[in-house]
């Protein structure tokens, strides 16, 4: 598979959204989260046969087919990394699938169809120092974003404000309504965290291991792409080569712009980043390499770099032969509002 060739994945009809530039975002866009698969302490002794890949904005799912090379059974620590999650300001809205503090992604994992009991390390940072033990002792949720951590913050009495604030771990920020009672605390940490468990893969044979999550998805409601002025902008570039958008996907922008006589038309997009690398640290490459995109509808566009073939209506395969990836997929699917 060659990461970075253009393909637009067309469909019926003038449906279209569209990016919407990194500083042109609106307060009701979100932001995705990279999010990728299994890391494996690194060995010469395991090799992956095969990895099957499906990406939707409803769920992500992985299979896959490991083998001890050695005469011995092998016991290897696996590792999901979850992407390092921090706030800042107000207007900083991340896309985050569900609000449960100790499984925000709903990860699950199986090995050999037998479900895998794991292990959450969950670290709070700030200023490179950990601050775990300081935010559990004043029970404050660790994870930054949700609700319940803003509340719980607010709860606190002045003098453990002023605390948080010399350690870098918040900040106060007024509501913009004014006066000392419309003051917030906001959580400027960073929280870092990985599901582990220890495996045993068996003496020469194979073992399948699957897992699953939500990703986060990022949404934008409102399109500047679609606007001839954003062509001059540096990010209409970016957004060009990062989803490889070619000049079917930019014709029909083009279209729906003068369908609706608005450089802003009703469209909204979709994103998913999935972190392909971190499946690098085996013995050898990876012999079998199958990715699925999901759209959703058949009426949806899709677009993503890797020379995608159709398989069904709302469904793109991308597959390669002994396979090492190096870098990460991006996906934009949009939508009409």
Known sequence: MILGVCRLLPFSGTLLAVLVAANAWANDSTAELATG??????????????????????????????????????????????PDISVSGLNNNLALPTVNPENIFDFSTRADGQPVETRLEQRVFARGVDQTELLRKLGVPIQPELESTNKALDALPQSQWQLLTERGLAEAQDDGVGGDSHKHLQATWTLKATYYWEQTFPAQNELLIEHRYKPSVGRSAVTSLASPDARGQSWYQEYLRKYCLDKYFLGALENARKAENSDFPALQEQRIAYILKTAANWAAPIKSFRMVVDKGDPKNLVSFCGNPSKISPTQFEVKASNYTPTGNVDVLILTKK
């Not at 060995?43 to 799912?61: G, K, N, P, Q």
């Not at 087919?65 to 696996?78: H, L």
């Open 37 to 82: 698969g299994l890391v494996l302490t690194t060995t010469a002794d395991i090799e992956m046969r095969s990895e099957e890949l499906f990406l939707s904005v409803d769920e992500i799912r992985v299979a896959y087919r490991f083998f001890n090379k050695t005469a011995q059974n092998k016991i290897v620590t696996v590792a999901f990394p979850m």
